[in-house]
């Protein structure tokens, strides 16, 4: 495992949100965002062009709550809508969930540690206030996706989503990378899931790199410990910038 590269200005990055720039919070709606980074992410997005992206599971309406009044690039729910500009769509037909969506409720019901997130094109279930309730939720989600056509089931820290099936951040990358101020740029894609492995596969394909925030098997070529650390690295970026011509890092 490398240390963090060098950014340049002759980047594209791609950040995850959750466990990535913030830290896990119990609950979706109680993550906090660190004082200084929303003019961090500003900056930086000025720097490169245009040349930064949000890339998450969330809705986009949580991304640009949580990051107003900056709104960014957006591939939310894991690649099932984009932001490219200002208008948003979906990279993908939208599935009828109405079956997974009766099945999460019931057990949400009947489960008072268990959450649902309803959104445009999936729907997730977090157990991690009741983590014992794993294998149920897992068999539930399995049971009601036999109703779907579609989709796939997608785990996460303490989440389970169904979503799109072919939807996914290494997919969203490589979509963006194909458009201005994108293209022909070198990607960087920070994440710190094993959703976000499919989002090293791709930056790593296309020459750039892969940064995993905490502890965990990857396949990113480098390693950032917390959250903390990573949004310093990104302020020193901002702060003492360097520039393409200089000498690229391995």
């Given at each position: ?11 594209a990055?791609f950040?995850?949100?959750d466990g ?47 990051l107003a ?24 037909a ?17 489960h ?31 049971c ?61 394909a ?27 690295w ?15 890092q391995?």
């Open positions: 495992m490398q240390l963090l590269p060098l950014l340049t200005t002759a980047h990055l950040l995850d949100f990535t720039l913030t830290e896990m919070a119990p609950r979706p709606e109680a993550v906090r965002v660190a004082s200084g980074l929303v003019p961090t992410l500003s900056a930086l997005h000025t720097q490169l062009g245009g040349a930064l992206a949000i890339v998450t599971g969330r809705r986009e309406a949580d991304i640009d709550i949580f009044p900056l709104r960014l690039p957006l591939a939310s729910e894991h690649g099932a809508q984009y932001r490219l500009t200002d208008t948003s769509y979906p990279s993908i939208q599935p009828d969930l109405e079956p997974v969506l009766r099945a999460v409720q019931e057990l949400v019901t009947l008072p540690g268990l959450l649902m997130e309803p959104k445009r094109s999936s729907v997730a279930l977090h157990y991690r206030m009741a983590p014992h309730l794993e294998d149920l939720c897992r068999q539930a989600l399995v009601a996706m036999q109703g779907v056509d579609g989709v796939e089931l997608l785990p996460g820290k303490c989440v389970f989503e169904v979503k799109p099936r072919g939807t996914n951040k290494g997919q969203a990358i490589t979509d963006f990378m194909t458009q201005a101020p994108f293209a022909g740029r070198i990607p960087v894609f920070v994440g710190d899931d094993v959703t976000d492995e499919a989002g090293f596969a791709a930056v790593q296309l020459g750039g790199w892969g940064i995993k925030v905490g502890e965990g098997p990857t396949m990113a070529q480098h390693r950032c410990m917390t959250p903390a650390a990573l949004r310093g990104l302020s020193a970026a901002r702060t003492h910038w360097n520039h393409p011509h200089q000498e690229r391995p």
